[in-house]
């Protein structure tokens, strides 16, 4: 774990004279997972996109005819043409360069470092490329996920939103904080889960028996 001595001299302000429980250096933003998952559906929606790029673009780089439907009637498209051609040419270059913001964003991921992550007893400080955020250890649902293995771990906020599904009902998603890349991953998951049950904002239950 990183000392006081080690941090940014605008997040050692930010901390004051407060008690440090952790303090570490996140090596990645987001867990790698995450980062696979981007690419492999941007890879998908690329050779998906792919298919009606050669179907529709590439014959007319060979000098050769479309030949497509529109509302059910036979047109052709072609360089001299090109009127037929321009809402189908400007749709597929849409989802072409979406394809290729979801790949980058996969590859980017892998680089990005997840900052410095500082707790208290009363609150995890998030600092990253200038900027700090802080959260209450009162704004954490307790529903934590950790991989030892791959030094991974994420909390879940009490805030979220909801997410829109196609023929389902809308699902509520809470926004969450990943911890990655960390050697003492099972220890600050010890610490944060503990200042969180002491700042839990719901009233314990009563017994009376």
């Not at 509520?172 to 610490?191: F, K, Q």
Request: contains cysteine.
């Amino acid at each position: 774990m990183n000392t006081i001595q080690s941090l940014p001299p605008d997040l050692k302000s930010v901390i004051g004279t407060e008690k440090i429980d952790f303090s570490i250096l996140a090596k990645r933003k987001q867990p790698l997972k995450n980062s696979f998952g981007l690419i492999i559906f941007g890879t998908i929606w690329t050779a998906f996109i792919s298919i009606f790029v050669f179907a529709f673009i590439v014959p007319l780089f060979k000098g050769e005819e479309v030949h497509f439907k529109v509302n059910d009637e036979p047109v052709t498209g072609s360089w001299e043409n090109f009127d037929q051609m321009l809402v189908p040419t400007l749709l597929i270059g849409v989802f072409v360069l979406i394809g290729i913001g979801i790949l980058s964003s996969g590859f980017y991921s892998f680089f990005q470092k997840g900052g410095n992550f500082v707790g208290t007893p009363n609150r995890l400080i998030h600092y990253r490329k200038g900027t700090i955020t802080t959260y209450d250890w009162e704004q954490f649902s307790g529903n934590m996920e950790i991989n030892s293995k791959k030094e991974d771990m994420s909390m879940e906020l009490r805030t979220g939103k909801m997410v829109s599904e196609k023929n389902k009902p809308d699902k509520y998603v809470p926004d969450v904080i990943y911890i990655s890349g960390v050697t003492d991953i099972l220890e600050i998951e010890r610490i944060c889960r503990n200042r969180i049950k002491e700042n839990d904002p719901t009233p314990a239950a009563v017994s009376f028996f």
